[in-house]
């Protein structure tokens, strides 16, 4: 029996690349066997960030660990609500809402996030731009 991984350092586990930054997977149910949630640290280098998506289905918890930057979330109604965020700031991406996240400082933002349930993390896959970045290898938390 593989001994369960309770305790997980983004620098030990592969993470997603993409032209805006990385998502290092540290708990779900590929990683741990998490099966109600999933999430990781996001590297977001300055000026950069991911444009406005959705997860169908799930709900999204944002936490500012480093750095500052833009986040906008929709409303019910489909407006944008859009706040400057800095570390320390949680955001709630309701289920299936839009949202975006910009890095507007001059170094990286890092972020962790959660979403539940488990599974947007693997359409990131289909991206045109997904590479992998294999453990001990690249910018790392």
Same mark, same amino acid.
């Given at each position: 029996?593989?001994?369960?991984?309770?305790?997980?350092? #983004?620098?030990?586990?592969?993470?997603?690349?993409?032209?805006?930054?990385?998502?290092?997977? %540290?708990?779900g149910p590929?990683?741990?066997?998490a099966s109600?949630?999933?999430?990781? =640290? =996001?590297?977001?280098?300055?000026?950069?960030?991911?444009?406005?998506?959705?997860? #169908?289905?799930?709900?999204? @918890?944002?936490? =500012? @660990?480093?750095?500052?930057? $833009?986040?906008? =979330?929709?409303?019910?109604?489909?407006?944008?609500? @859009?706040?400057?965020?800095? /570390?320390?700031?949680?955001?709630?991406?309701?289920?299936? *809402?839009?949202?975006?996240?910009?890095? %507007?400082?001059?170094?990286?933002? $890092?972020?962790?996030?959660?979403?539940? /349930?488990?599974?947007?993390? *693997?359409?990131?896959?289909?991206?045109?731009?997904?590479r992998i @970045? #294999?453990?001990? %290898?690249?910018? *790392?938390?």
């Amino acid at each position: 029996m593989t001994k369960p991984n309770y305790f997980v350092y #983004p620098k030990d586990v592969e993470a997603f690349g993409f032209d805006w930054g990385q998502l290092s997977l %540290t708990i779900g149910p590929d990683t741990n066997g998490a099966s109600r949630f999933s999430g990781g =640290v =996001v590297n977001l280098p300055s000026g950069q960030g991911h444009t406005r998506h959705n997860h #169908p289905g799930a709900e999204e @918890i944002i936490f =500012v @660990i480093a750095g500052e930057g $833009q986040q906008m =979330v929709e409303d019910e109604l489909g407006n944008p609500i @859009i706040a400057e965020v800095r /570390p320390g700031c949680t955001i709630y991406v309701p289920e299936s *809402r839009f949202h975006s996240t910009k890095n %507007t400082g001059g170094g990286p933002m $890092q972020l962790f996030v959660v979403y539940s /349930p488990s599974g947007p993390e *693997r359409a990131l896959r289909e991206l045109p731009d997904f590479r992998i @970045i #294999p453990p001990g %290898t690249g910018r *790392r938390a």
